[in-house]
């Protein structure tokens, strides 16, 4: 199984990027997808969150800003993000997850992450 998240990189107060995560080895139209942003010497955070279904979920901090979406043809999940300030710096980690038939538990597997950097 592989998550390969792509997109980040530098950008000024108030810019936009797109991030990806390509996902391979998993029936992907299955899983739960998330978003994940984890701050210099911080915890990872949750951001957004798609379902199978396409039912979306914001962390409150990106309500507004940020747009999660997903293209199951192609496997992947997209992370629009408007309106960037510095506190949105940091490393963007995707996860897929679906609970196991039958079983308490989950499969939950997690991409490499991509760097957002917001600064002028």
């Known amino acids: 199984v592989q998550l390969q998240a792509s997109g980040g990189g530098l950008v000024q107060p108030g810019g936009s990027l797109t991030l990806s995560c390509a996902v391979t080895g998993i029936t992907f139209s299955a899983y739960v997808m998330h978003w994940y942003h984890q701050s210099p010497g911080r915890k990872r955070e949750w951001v957004a969150v798609?379902?199978?279904?396409?039912?979306?979920n914001y962390d409150d901090s990106v309500k507004g800003r940020f747009t999660i979406s997903r293209d199951n043809a192609q496997n992947t999940v997209y992370l629009q993000m408007n309106s960037l300030t510095p506190e949105d710096t940091g490393v963007y980690f995707c996860?897929?997850?679906?609970?196991?038939?039958?079983?308490?538990?989950?499969?939950?597997?997690w991409g490499q992450g991509t760097l957002v950097t917001v600064s002028s």
């Open positions: 798609i379902n199978a279904y396409g039912i979306k």
């Open positions: 996860q897929a997850k679906r609970k196991i038939p039958g079983r308490d538990g989950f499969y939950e597997y």
